[in-house]
C-alpha cells in the first residue's frame, strides 16, 4: 500500500443561517460552518484537495466576506508553509466544485494540474462571461484565465479516476453545484478516508432520508449523490467526511498538530 500522509488544513469559517445547509431548519438559527482543504503527502509529489476562500476582499464572493472568518494561519500559502511545502511544490490540485470557499488561491499553484468537473468548469466560465454575480467566483476566473492554469476536466461521464495508488478521484455529478468531484483515499494505518466535499454537506443532511440544503443546484442529484457516497463508503468501510460538519470537523486530528497516515 502507498505511503502517504493526510493533512486537514484549516482555512477559516463561514457564518450563516442553517438553511444554508439544511433546508427545513427553523430560519433564525445559525451555524458555524468550518472550511478547510486537505494535503497528501504521497511518493509521486504532493496533492491539494481545495483551496480555501482567498485572503483578498475584493476576490471573495460577498456573501463569503460578510460572514467570514480567517486567521492569518488559515491562509493556504500559510498552512503549507507549516508543513514545509510552498505552493509550486504541489504536483496536482482537486477541486472539489469552483464556490469560493474552495477555489480561492488557485492561482498560487502554478506548476499544478488542476482537475475539475467538466460541467462545472464550462458552467462558472458561462457565468463569468456572462457578468452573471451568482457565480461566486467571477473575480477569480480572469485570474485563472490570465495565469493560464493546467486544467484537466473530469468528463461528467468518467465515474472514477486513479489519480495516485491509494488517491482515486470520485465524480459526484451535479447536485450542490454544477459537477462535483471528491477523493477516496486508502492510508496505510487509518484505511479509507471517503472526503464527500459539499456532495454531502453535513451529516444531517445524510437522513435517511435524505434531507436538502436550502443552498442547492440540482436536487434530484444532491439526493443521488448523497445515497451512492453513503453507500460506496459502506461497501468500502471508509470513513465519511462531510465538507463543513461542524462537530465531525472539531473531533478530526488538524494540522500542524497531527496527520492521518
Ligand atoms: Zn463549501
Not at 10 to 25: I, M, R, V
Not at 243 to 261: T, V
Amino acid at each position: 500500500m502507498a505511503k502517504m500522509k493526510l493533512h486537514i488544513l484549516e482555512n477559516g469559517y463561514l457564518l450563516g443561517p442553517k438553511t444554508n445547509s439544511l433546508a427545513d431548519a427553523d430560519p433564525a438559527e445559525m451555524q458555524t460552518a468550518p472550511i478547510w482543504s486537505v494535503l497528501i503527502e504521497h511518493a509521486d509529489g504532493p496533492l491539494l484537495l481545495d483551496a480555501g476562500c482567498h485572503t483578498d476582499e475584493k476576490r471573495q464572493h460577498p456573501m463569503i466576506f460578510k460572514d467570514f472568518s480567517m486567521r492569518p494561519e488559515d491562509h493556504i500559502q500559510n498552512r503549507l508553509a507549516a508543513l514545509g511545502f510552498e505552493p509550486k511544490d504541489i504536483r496536482r490540485v482537486v477541486v472539489s466544485h469552483l464556490h469560493a470557499d474552495h477555489s480561492g488561491h488557485l492561482e498560487l499553484f502554478k506548476e499544478a494540474e488542476f482537475f475539475v468537473h467538466e460541467d462545472e468548469f464550462t458552467q462558472r466560465v458561462k457565468l463569468y462571461a456572462l457578468n452573471d454575480p451568482s457565480a461566486g467566483s467571477n473575480g477569480d476566473m480572469a485570474f485563472w484565465i490570465s495565469q493560464g492554469l493546467r486544467w484537466t476536466p473530469i468528463p461528467r461521464e468518467e465515474p472514477e479516476r486513479e489519480l495516485l495508488p491509494g488517491v482515486r478521484l470520485l465524480n459526484f455529478g451535479p447536485g450542490h453545484s454544477f459537477g462535483m468531484l471528491g477523493l477516496l483515499v486508502e492510508l496505510p494505518k487509518t484505511g479509507k478516508i471517503l472526503l464527500a466535499g459539499d456532495a454531502v454537506y453535513n451529516r444531517e443532511n445524510v437522513g435517511p432520508p435524505v434531507r436538502l440544503p436550502g443552498n442547492v443546484f440540482d436536487r434530484e442529484g444532491f439526493v443521488r449523490s448523497v445515497e451512492s457516497i453513503v453507500r460506496r463508503a459502506k461497501d468500502e468501510g471508509a470513513l465519511l467526511w462531510y465538507g463543513h460538519d461542524e462537530a465531525q470537523f472539531a473531533a478530526l486530528l488538524k494540522s500542524p498538530a497531527g496527520y492521518y497516515e
